[in-house]
């Protein structure tokens, strides 16, 4: 089935700086490539999704970019701040269906 | 507004006991999904439905069940709990197109004694 590694587990910034999240999928029928927050015990939320006819989707200080021949993308965050601390989860759609994968997740820590 | 809801927020049960987790679409959202989120492990898929009576096991099915008998509910019911589900179980939906959006539920904290 399809497998979606995500790096790093765990990342830590300081206030200001960029930070990078790094997935890769296994099936190229993954055409759906969102990506969630989540808050120490809330839920996961989406905060940007792309799809497979797009390379970069931005929204204010966060990216997306998507690489469908190498099967990598990633999440970038510019002007971190400390809000942005939480877990956040890639996810693929499993051959091209409403079902989704996530990968293990990455703790991101934004220090003031 | 509607929304999607899942009750009990934390539940603790003994080993062997049956237990149903709920949850509660208002959007009417064709597609359901349940999940459990361990660390280390991300979120796993358990079970998941297209439609009205559809149900389709996810990759850790392995002592839970679920029914859709209507759009809005999707129980999940743990048929004799074991201590290896005690986890946050997660609900979630999407509307009847190809990779769209999930939303997820607030979730509900199992523990198995």
């Known amino acids: 089935g399809e497998n979606v590694e995500q790096h790093p587990s765990t990342l830590s910034v300081q206030e200001g700086d960029s930070a990078v999240i790094k997935c890769t999928y296994s099936d190229s029928a993954s055409n759906y490539f969102p990506w969630y927050k989540q808050e120490l015990g809330k839920r996961p939320q989406l905060i940007i999704d792309?799809?497979?006819?797009?390379g970069e989707k931005k929204d204010q200080r966060i990216a997306v970019t998507l690489n469908k021949t190498a099967k990598h993308f990633s999440l970038h965050i510019t002007e971190t701040q400390p809000e942005d601390s939480a877990v956040y989860f890639c996810?693929?759609?499993?051959?091209?269906?409403?079902?989704?994968?996530f990968g293990k997740g990455t703790k991101l820590t934004v220090n003031p | 507004d509607a929304e999607i809801t899942q009750s009990p927020r934390h539940k603790i049960t003994e080993t062997g006991r049956q237990v149903t987790l709920a949850c509660h679409q208002t959007?009417?959202?064709?597609?359901m999904f349940w999940y459990r989120q361990d660390l280390g492990h991300g979120l796993r898929l358990i079970h998941y439905?297209?439609?009205?009576?559809?149900?389709n096991k996810g990759e850790v099915s392995d002592g839970y069940s679920v029914s859709r008998s209507n759009t809005e509910d999707l129980p999940l019911t743990l048929e004799s709990a074991a201590s290896s589900q005690t986890s946050v179980y997660f609900c979630?939906?999407?509307?009847?197109?190809?990779?769209?959006?999930?939303?997820f539920g607030p979730g509900t904290r199992l523990t198995v004694l």
């Open positions: 959007w009417n959202h064709n597609n």
């Open positions: 996810a693929t759609s499993q051959g091209g269906s409403e079902k989704l994968v």
């Open positions: 979630a939906s999407s509307e009847y197109t190809r990779t769209d959006t999930q939303y």
């Open positions: 439905s297209y439609g009205v009576h559809d149900t």
């Open positions: 792309i799809r497979s006819n797009v």
